[in-house]
């Protein structure tokens, strides 16, 4: 039986790294995610058959295989229902359960490592503990990321918030030393405890004056901690799928990390400090007197109809008025009349990495239209007519010209280069980063203020009665 088990680990093993692979193009990434899904549910099975055969059933093994079709059912349809928008939470809620198990495996481990001979091991003691402390420190992080992300918590930056994640960070890392070195005395279950409630207080007090715009960076980090300590709970049960899904996780999650603050031109630090104050440094970068020119469903239509080449830049406000289909209907009705369509795709649009892909695939659209940023940023200037719906900060050349503004640095769509901008949003509200947009005052610059759906079902009605 062991054998079949350790060939189903390997098989799990290989299928993460395929289904990683299948992961990085929007094409396959449903495979990708169905076949490591596929390898993890073969473990899962054989490690349940391994228990039966591997001695009497106990109500351990009944409590376990409850715990997982409670835990697929609960999951499933959490994900069903799960909004696009709120996939960041959705991530952190899940992010919270998996720190959440590292902490009680932690505990329960080491009460047996303490019960089980009189001399305790210390090294393994010492990756139980740091282990259960990244478990501990995901989960309270992960669920004051959630009540950021669901608008139940704000913003703590208080003196008191950045000196004790200072304090409680030395100290659990200075701990285990001193216990080690018989500096200061606790039994093994004590030394858990303590260090336990240090790092569930640590995460919170982590996660507290983190911008809101900057939650997503640190899902992405908290996820890769959550990686991190499943390897290292691995390494104590000998058990190498979780090393190897662990360390996927966590290398995946550092990446993607770093990967999101080279497109917001942020520092892992900066972030991590909590520098991003959103609208109130907004209110502090210069403030420029914009002249605002309208346009109208008709207008934009006409100039639709006589353009050679559109650029369709989508943000945040068409994933939250999901009219990523009335953006394929448009796109093939300006087809049909002979006009070439691209979209321009910044890698921090939306709220998620690859969110606009993702939304954009949902819709059917062809994934060699997709084109990314720097792919056509020096080309801009070849589109007649760029449309940006209900996005904002990533065509903000304030990102290029003000040094004062928050998102300084941060690279943009040049949707400034093409010969018309018409940029579609519901108001005169600001971006994610809270400030303004000078794009909106450039000369060929113009506003449909309209919900996204209503004006692309507008636009599509009065090209559908265009002939020519
Ligand atoms: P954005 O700057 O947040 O702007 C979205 C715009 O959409 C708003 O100005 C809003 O204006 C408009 N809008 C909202 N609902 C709409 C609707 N129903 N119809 C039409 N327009 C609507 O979005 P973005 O340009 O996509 O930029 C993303 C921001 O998130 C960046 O600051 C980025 O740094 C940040 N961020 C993203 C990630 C990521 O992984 N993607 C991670 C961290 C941070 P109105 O209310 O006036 O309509």
Partial sequence: MTILLEVSYFLAMISFIVGLKFLSSPQFAKRGNIIAGLGMTLAIVATVIHAFYGGPVTINLILII????????????????????????????????????????GIIEGQQLAHGSTEVDRTAAVILMTAMMIGATS??????????????????????????????????????????FDIVHLTLIQEIAVLGVLATVYGLVFVFPIGGADMPVVISLLNSLTGVATALAGIMFHNLLMISGGIFVGSAGVLLTLLMCKAMNRSLWNVLAGNFKGASIGSQS???????????????????????????????????????????????VLESKGIDVDYIIHPVAGRMPGHMNVLLAEADVHYDKLKEMEEVNDQMSSYDISIVIGANDVVNPAAENDSSSPIYGMPIIKAYDSRQVVVIKRGMSKGYAGVENHLFGEDNCTLLFADAKDALSGIIGELKTVSF
Avoid: W
């Fill in 286 to 332: 210069s403030e420029v007197e914009m002249e605002i020119k309208r346009t109208s469903i008709g207008e934009l239509a006409t100039n639709l109809a006589f353009a050679n080449k559109v650029a369709i830049i989508p943000g945040y406000g068409l994933a939250v008025a999901q009219a990523q289909h009335l953006c394929t209907q448009l796109e093939q």
């Fill in 139 to 180: 989960f309270s992080g992960s669920i004051v990321a959630y009540l950021k992300l669901s608008g139940k918590l704000k913003d703590i930056r208080t003196p008191l918030v950045s000196i004790s994640s200072r304090v409680l960070l030395l100290a659990m890392i200075v701990l285990p030393f001193l216990v080690s």
């Fill in 66 to 105: 409850v715990a997982i079709l409670l835990g697929t059912v609960l999951g499933k349809r959490m994900s069903d229902k799960a909004e696009m928008t709120k996939m960041p939470q959705l991530v952190s809620y899940f992010n919270a359960m998996g720190g959440g198990c590292a902490l009680l495996l």
